[in-house]
């Protein structure tokens, strides 16, 4: 692996938002502690960007305000195969990254010390550009990410996370507690302070540590920092989402986890979903996070206007040719067998995502189905393989054809199915 060191440095932007980064690199990682486990988010994106792709031997990445390189080193112990670029303002964050990717092989991962604003000047157009949990600490956000689509290749794709108001209420009413103590970075006592104030917290206090004690517990006085004591913080709503991009001069293409954001999910009863199902989809956004009402983090895909990945369509007349790819954000391996309600025997397989878990249950045709697509071949042949013509029962082929089709519908509207081109 390739670290290219430290370049040019960040022409005179210094503010409280690097100097909260430059003493407190985020995300916190104890030296000499394993990397935690990050689900494959990019191969979960393939089909879904770059359909016809078979695989992603030399795509090019910019991960824009890289902090510790959280992202980076997941994508570079995954995918070994792209090349990333990880910019940051924050020259000690930078250092962390470096020996964090230095236990990294074959990845091709380059860190350069340069603000997003000046995203600009980097004289190369990437085919994914990740801003992970950078947005809310940016003074002009449309306009950052303007400059970053400038630099997406005709169907590159930017995915961002941002901070979201509802699951951090409890944070954010830390946040001016601490404010209205006029307790900020500069106070020597503000994190002790912190620290005991969480430690003291009323049963009835919004922020329930239990809730973030994974970031607590790794990132030590950086989480506490980031969480009780940001420099700055904007926190984006579904509808501002929408709003963030429009303006940026990006089209919104979906939502990292679709599912989330339907309000079918939270409500059951028809009559009671009739109103949002008659909303645009912002709105019905917007009123699924408030049905949610704890989402922490919104994450979303744009790509430049007009580009529309050419996926095939269950519906589609070819959807024979195309392959169904079991969403690798599913931890399909552990798959646990369970009892059904009419005794039957089901599958559990579960994944877990930016603080969401979310299970599905396979009869077990379903599961057949699943592993025979798991091996790649093009749904024509999935639909014929023998274990299908056995395992299904006595069917004619095109009722085969219209179970797989049936179930892929299901699978790919609940999203643990992806359709790509074979
Ligand atoms: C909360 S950390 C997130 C780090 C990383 N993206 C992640 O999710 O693991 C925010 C990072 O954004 C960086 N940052 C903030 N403003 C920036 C700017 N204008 N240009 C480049 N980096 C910036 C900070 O230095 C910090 O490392």
Redesign the pocket.
């Known amino acids: 692996m390739a670290v290219t060191p430290v370049v040019s440095a ?1 022409g005179g ?1 210094s503010d409280a ?2 100097a ?3 003493a407190y ?3 916190g990682h104890p030296p000499g502690t394993a990397e935690p486990e990050v689900p494959d988010w990019l191969g979960y994106l393939r089909p879904l960007l770059w359909p016809r792709r078979q695989d992603l031997s030399g795509l090019k990445v910019l ?10 080193s997941g994508l570079a112990r995954c995918h070994p195969e792209v090349n990333v670029l990880a ?4 020259a000690r ?1 930078l250092e962390v990254a470096a020996r964090r990717l230095g236990g990294c092989q074959g990845g091709n991962v380059r860190l350069r010390q ?6 600009n000047e980097l004289d190369e157009r990437f085919d994914l550009i ?5 947005l ?4 002009d956000a449309p306009r ?1 990410l303007r400059t970053l689509g400038d630099l997406l290749t005709p169907d590159g794709a930017l995915i961002a ?1 941002v901070r979201a108001p509802h699951g951090r209420a409890g944070a954010v009413a830390l946040r001016s507690l601490m404010e209205a103590l006029g307790l900020g970075l500069e106070c020597p006592e503000a994190i002790p302070r912190a620290r005991s104030i969480i430690d003291n917290l009323s049963a009835t206090h919004l922020f329930q540590r239990s809730e973030w004690q994974q970031d607590l517990a790794a990132g030590g006085d950086a989480a506490v920092v ?1 969480l009780l004591l ?1 420099a700055r913080q904007r926190l984006y709503n579904a509808l501002e989402v929408f709003e963030l991009v429009a303006e940026s001069g990006l089209e919104f293409l979906r939502w990292f986890c679709p599912n989330m954001y339907c309000p079918r999910r939270y409500l059951a009863d028809a009559d009671l979903l009739r109103p949002f199902e008659a909303l645009g989809s912002a709105e019905q956004a917007r009123a699924a996070e408030l049905l949610h009402s704890r989402m922490r983090n919104h994450v979303f895909v744009a790509v430049r206007p007009g580009h529309m990945p050419d996926s095939p369509q269950i519906d589609g007349d070819n959807w024979l040719e195309a392959i169904a790819v079991p969403s690798p954000l599913f931890r399909w391996r552990d798959a646990r067998q369970e009892t059904g309600q009419h005794g039957e025997t089901v599958f559990a397989v579960t994944s877990e995502w930016e603080g969401t878990r979310a299970t599905v249950r396979l009869q077990s045709w379903e599961a057949l189905i699943v592993h025979v697509c798991a091996t790649g071949q093009c749904l024509r042949d999935v639909c014929e393989h023998p274990k299908l013509v056995s395992g299904l029962g006595p069917l004619s082929a095109a009722q085969r054809a219209e179970l797989v089709r049936g179930f892929l519908r299901r699978a790919i509207a609940d999203d643990y199915v992806l359709l790509a081109w074979a």
Do not use: F, K, N
């Open positions: 960040p932007l938002v690097l909260q980064y430059e690199p985020c995300p991960d824009a305000g890289c902090g510790t390189g959280a992202m980076t910019i940051d303002i924050s964050s340069l603000p997003i604003e000046r995203a990740v801003v992970w949990d950078v809310h600490c940016v003074i950052v996370s980031d940001p």
